[in-house]
């Protein structure tokens, strides 16, 4: 006689196992996280289906003895793609894709698979689309490749027989929650599905040498639906940034075993798909107002490339008791600290005035070299007074109002000579380490402090 199924309860964050509910996973920490499954009893071995038809045993190799002279990447056609992971598809990796619904991320496989298709195989695996719909999609974006082809199913097992058998160059699955494998009991999506079925296509795409593209799904606060471990399993994670209702995105990689993880790509959505956007400077300042108060440029590095953002802030007396403070693009806890080193430090009073700063594009920016841009912005907006178009400021600014160094100081004014700016504030032990190899047509103002920083731009 069978036995019957059982309930488990499965921890989302790390896959922790419990035969009862939780309110905090004893493993991880995490609240509100365990969640209920109806486990079946495992098959007899002689009925139970092959996991993988390719898997095989490894042999022992010595270090020495291994080469790593014929790495291989695939280029994806796509500039600012191939900047993020490092150089393009390495064979054997499994990458995972991941972004809000409408973002982007099937039209970039798609646009993928037109350039690889130029000389490569590619199986595109959809468990969400028809291939009438795949089709659709296709002759929008201009896709018409011959070694391009289409398959519809969601069983894992079955797929990995079918790359087993066809032994494509380059395999896209879209997406990880509409696979599964029918011998276990638990829904579509779930966290034991998502972990199985990803380990498989990791040990298919290791086996087969084969790179794999995975397209993941998110969760109503912006993380990967499914356990964390499914992170841990990828070689390389990638997040589409951005608006739906704005045409820029930005492709970042918060995982990535054969490149940097400071690298970002670029990309503007239109009616033919996504454009590269070579030069995001220009698109970020493009549009930027003349003589308005509240207004510094900002020069951020995202990996190697520097990238100019303007910084926006709105300064205005409180109608209530309490002062409102709102931060977009930037830290919020980062424009509170800021806020409180100005009236401290350099005695502007804020304290009964609403703050709210912005930055222009959708660009998010973490990092301190832009405390001078932002604090530069708020004093602007505070006195009505523009800082000059033609001026670029960054720099970290410390609790005692002081201006430090940051990294790439020389590289951030070679950008901002190419803009076109006359005039940039950086860091006075900056200027001192570059001054001899500087040679630039640009006025470059060292500072120490707050107060400099004010008197050189705004006076």
């Given at each position: 006689?069978?036995?019957?199924?059982?309930?488990?309860?499965?921890?989302?964050?790390?896959?922790?196992?419990?035969?009862?509910?939780?309110?905090?996973?004893?493993?991880?920490?995490?609240?509100?996280?365990?969640?209920?499954?109806?486990?079946?009893?495992?098959?007899?071995?002689?009925?139970?289906?092959?996991?993988?038809?390719?898997?095989?045993?490894?042999?022992?190799?010595?270090?020495?003895?291994?080469?790593?002279?014929?790495?291989?990447?695939?280029?994806?056609?796509?500039?600012?793609?191939?900047?993020?992971?490092?150089?393009?598809?390495?064979?054997?990796?499994?990458?995972?894709?991941?972004?809000?619904?409408?973002?982007?991320?099937?039209?970039?496989?798609?646009?993928i698979c037109e350039h690889l298709g130029k000389g490569?195989?590619?199986?595109?695996?959809?468990?969400?689309?028809?291939?009438?719909?795949?089709?659709?999609?296709?002759?929008?974006?201009?896709?018409?490749?011959?070694?391009?082809?289409?398959?519809?199913?969601?069983?894992?097992?079955?797929?990995?027989?079918v790359l087993a058998a066809e032994k494509p160059d380059?395999?896209?699955?879209?997406?990880?929650?509409?696979?599964?494998?029918?011998?276990?009991?638990?829904?579509?999506?779930?966290?034991?599905?998502?972990?199985?079925?990803?380990?498989?296509?990791?040990?298919?795409?290791?086996?087969?040498?084969?790179?794999?593209?995975?397209?993941?799904?998110?969760?109503?606060?912006?993380?990967?639906?499914?356990?964390?471990?499914?992170?841990?399993?990828?070689?390389?994670?990638?997040?589409?940034?951005?608006?739906?209702?704005?045409?820029?995105?930005?492709?970042?990689?918060?995982?990535?075993?054969?490149?940097?993880?400071?690298?970002?790509?670029?990309?503007?959505?239109?009616?033919?798909?996504?454009?590269?956007?070579?030069?995001?400077?220009?698109?970020?300042?493009?549009?930027?107002?003349?003589?308005?108060?509240?207004?510094?440029?900002?020069?951020?590095?995202?990996g190697s490339r520097p990238i100019m953002a303007e910084?926006?802030?709105?300064?205005?007396?409180?109608?209530?008791?309490?002062?409102?403070?709102?931060?977009?693009?930037?830290?919020?806890?980062?424009?509170?600290?800021?806020?409180?080193?100005?009236?401290?430090?350099?005695?502007?009073?804020?304290?009964?005035?609403?703050?709210?700063?912005?930055?222009?594009?959708?660009?998010?920016?973490?990092?301190?070299?832009?405390?001078?841009?932002?604090?530069?912005?708020?004093?602007?907006?505070?006195?009505?007074?523009?800082?000059?178009?033609?001026?670029?400021?960054?720099?970290?600014?410390?609790?005692?109002?002081?201006?430090?160094?940051?990294?790439?100081?020389?590289?951030?004014?070679?950008?901002?000579?190419?803009?076109?700016?006359?005039?940039?504030?950086?860091?006075?032990?900056?200027?001192?380490?570059?001054?001899?190899?500087?040679?630039?047509?640009?006025?470059?103002?060292?500072?120490?402090?707050?107060?400099?920083?004010?008197?050189?731009?705004?006076?």
């Amino acid at each position: 006689m069978a036995s019957a199924a059982k309930t488990v309860y499965v921890c989302s964050a790390c896959g922790y196992e419990s035969s009862k509910w939780y309110g905090q996973c004893p493993a991880c920490r995490e609240w509100n996280t365990l969640e209920e499954e109806l486990r079946a009893p495992a098959a007899p071995s002689s009925k139970r289906r092959a996991t993988s038809a390719v898997q095989n045993r490894s042999s022992v190799q010595k270090l020495s003895e291994i080469t790593a002279d014929t790495e291989h990447r695939f280029d994806t056609g796509l500039r600012e793609l191939n900047r993020v992971l490092g150089g393009g598809l390495v064979k054997g990796s499994l990458v995972l894709l991941s972004g809000d619904p409408g973002i982007g991320k099937s039209t970039l496989l798609l646009q993928i698979c037109e350039h690889l298709g130029k000389g490569l195989r590619v199986l595109y695996v959809s468990g969400e689309e028809s291939a009438h719909q795949l089709k659709l999609r296709a002759s929008r974006l201009g896709v018409s490749t011959d070694n391009l082809s289409l398959l519809c199913e969601t069983d894992a097992q079955y797929i990995c027989e079918v790359l087993a058998a066809e032994k494509p160059d380059v395999v896209m699955i879209d997406s990880i929650q509409t696979m599964n494998i029918p011998e276990l009991s638990s829904s579509f999506g779930s966290v034991t599905q998502v972990r199985e079925t990803t380990n498989l296509f990791m040990r298919t795409a290791k086996t087969l040498n084969i790179p794999i593209v995975i397209v993941g799904h998110v969760n109503k606060d912006g993380n990967i639906a499914g356990p964390k471990v499914l992170e841990h399993i990828v070689d390389a994670v990638l997040y589409f940034e951005g608006d739906r209702n704005l045409s820029y995105r930005i492709l970042r990689a918060v995982k990535n075993r054969y490149g940097s993880t400071n690298e970002i790509g670029v990309f503007e959505m239109q009616d033919k798909g996504l454009v590269e956007v070579e030069n995001p400077s220009m698109m970020l300042l493009s549009g930027r107002p003349k003589n308005v108060s509240g207004s510094c440029v900002a020069c951020i590095m995202e990996g190697s490339r520097p990238i100019m953002a303007e910084v926006q802030s709105l300064v205005t007396p409180t109608g209530f008791g309490t002062p409102r403070r709102m931060a977009t693009g930037v830290d919020y806890g980062r424009v509170s600290m800021l806020l409180a080193v100005l009236e401290k430090r350099a005695g502007y009073f804020v304290g009964n005035m609403d703050c709210y700063v912005n930055v222009v594009g959708g660009l998010k920016i973490d990092e301190p070299a832009c405390d001078l841009s932002v604090a530069l912005a708020v004093v602007s907006g505070l006195k009505d007074v523009p800082v000059p178009e033609n001026v670029l400021a960054f720099g970290e600014i410390g609790l005692g109002g002081e201006i430090r160094a940051v990294t790439a100081c020389e590289q951030r004014i070679r950008e901002a000579e190419k803009l076109g700016f006359q005039k940039c504030v950086v860091p006075k032990y900056n200027l001192m380490k570059i001054r001899k190899n500087l040679k630039a047509d640009i006025e470059v103002v060292g500072v120490t402090n707050i107060r400099q920083a004010f008197d050189a731009i705004i006076g």
